[in-house]
Nanobody
Framework: QLQASGGGLVQAGGSLRLSCAASGRTSSIYTMAWFRQAPGKEREFVACISRRDYRTYYADSVKGRFTMSRDNAKSTVYLQMNSLKPEDTAVYYC?????????????????WGQGTLVTVSS
C-alpha cells in the first residue's frame, strides 16, 4: 500500500514537499515514482528513483525544480517541488515497481497510491 501526502495550495514560485510511505511487502519494491494528472489530461511521469543505486530520473518539465529522494529505512520517498508554476497543478500519485524499471510509462508500475492534490495559483 502506498500513502501519499503533502499536497496543498501554494502560490507560483513557492515550494511543497510530497511524501509517499509504503507499507506491507516493501521488500518487493524497487523503483518508486511520482506521476501527475491534471484535469482533462492523461497521467504523466514526473520522476522516479531506483532502490538499488538511488539514481533519479526526471521529466524535462520538472528538471532543475523538483528533487526526488528516498529513505529505504522508512520505506518513504519524497518529492521536493520548488519554483512551482500554475501548470504544475495536478493530482500527484506515487507508484512503485517490483522489477527495477526506470521507464516513464504508467503501465510499468505495479502499485499506486491514492493521489494528493497540488494547486498552484498565479
Amino acid at each position: 500500500q502506498l500513502q501519499a501526502s503533502g499536497g496543498g495550495l501554494v502560490q507560483a514560485g513557492g515550494s511543497l514537499r510530497l511524501s509517499c510511505a509504503a507499507s506491507g511487502r516493501t521488500s518487493s519494491i524497487y523503483t518508486m515514482a511520482w506521476f501527475r494528472q491534471a484535469p482533462g489530461k492523461e497521467r504523466e511521469f514526473v520522476a522516479c528513483i531506483s532502490r538499488r543505486d538511488y539514481r533519479t530520473y526526471y521529466a524535462d518539465s520538472v528538471k532543475g525544480r523538483f528533487t526526488m529522494s528516498r529513505d529505504n529505512a522508512k520505506s518513504t520517498v519524497y518529492l521536493q517541488m520548488n519554483s512551482l508554476k500554475p501548470e504544475d497543478t495536478a493530482v500527484y500519485y506515487c507508484a512503485a515497481d517490483r522489477f527495477g524499471t526506470t521507464r516513464p510509462e504508467v503501465g510499468e508500475y505495479d502499485y499506486w497510491g491514492q493521489g494528493t492534490l497540488v494547486t498552484v495559483s498565479s
